[in-house]
């Protein structure tokens, strides 16, 4: 089956810093990327929709200056969180899906705690 | 606005049982549907996707009552392992567009 990683795993920074966390498709081309977060005991909240080559779409209320997304390859979408602060602190998980399938694939998702 | 309802639960059901969950959605022009399960810190997985006809896969059948923008999961002859948390997931778009997910709805299988 299709096969999405996401890294790091988790990581903990200071507030004010800027993190990157990286989404692979493995053994399959993405056209389309989306990044997703989940606070404790809440759902999935889709964060941005991100086709590559092009810029990102946002969702409402999600700032695009602050959420740095790039998707440079059909194999690759990075998101950068810019001057992290605590309430940033949650679960980034990113999907990926081809042309030809309905299905999004999850990567593992990454665990952001801010300090 | 998109929104997906699901009763949080937990449901706890004794081995064995059969257990039913149900949604509903907000957005008449939902395209597609979904059941994912989601342990607990793990990425969601997709269990199912959920037709107009009705689908089964196993113990597992989904229903889909677009009427009534209502979506069912059906377990039967439950599992110690299917405790998870199930999520009701809606694709509003079909192409690029990202899902919306329900909070989902914790299942407890006991022994």
């Known amino acids: 089956g299709a096969v999405v990683s996401q890294h790091p795993s988790w990581v903990i920074c200071k507030s004010g810093t800027s993190v990157k966390i990286e989404c692979r498709s493995l053994?399959?081309?993405?056209?389309?990327m989306f990044w997703y977060r989940q606070f404790p005991k809440q759902s999935l909240m889709l964060m941005a929709t991100?086709?590559?080559?092009?810029?990102?779409?946002?969702e409402q209320g999600v700032e695009k200056d602050k959420f740095l997304i790039n998707h440079a390859s059909l194999t690759l979408s990075t998101l950068t969180v810019t001057s992290a602060h605590p309430e940033d602190s949650s679960f980034y998980i990113c999907?990926?899906?081809?042309?030809?399938?309905?299905?999004?694939?999850f990567g593992p998702g990454t665990r952001l705690t801010v300090l | 606005r998109k929104e997906v309802e699901q009763d949080p639960g937990p449901f706890n059901v004794p081995e064995g049982a059969t257990v039913a969950f149900n949604c509903t959605y907000s957005?008449?022009?939902?395209?597609?549907f979904f059941w994912y399960r989601q342990d607990c810190r793990k990425e969601p997985k997709l269990l199912m996707s959920?037709?107009?006809s009705g689908n089964e896969d196993g113990r597992f059948t989904a229903q889909l009552n677009r009427a009534s923008q209502y979506i069912s999961l059906l377990i039967r002859d439950s599992k110690l392992s299917d405790s998870a948390t199930y999520l009701c997931?809606?694709?509003?778009?079909?192409?690029?567009?990202?899902?919306?997910f329900g909070k989902g709805t914790h299942l407890i299988i006991q022994p």
């Open positions: 999907s990926a899906k081809t042309g030809h399938y309905n299905e999004q694939f």
């Open positions: 991100s086709n590559e080559g092009s810029k990102a779409t946002y």
């Open positions: 959920v037709y107009s």
């Open positions: 053994d399959f081309q993405a056209t389309t």
């Open positions: 957005n008449s022009a939902s395209q597609s």
């Open positions: 997931v809606v694709n509003s778009g079909g192409g690029a567009d990202g899902l919306t």
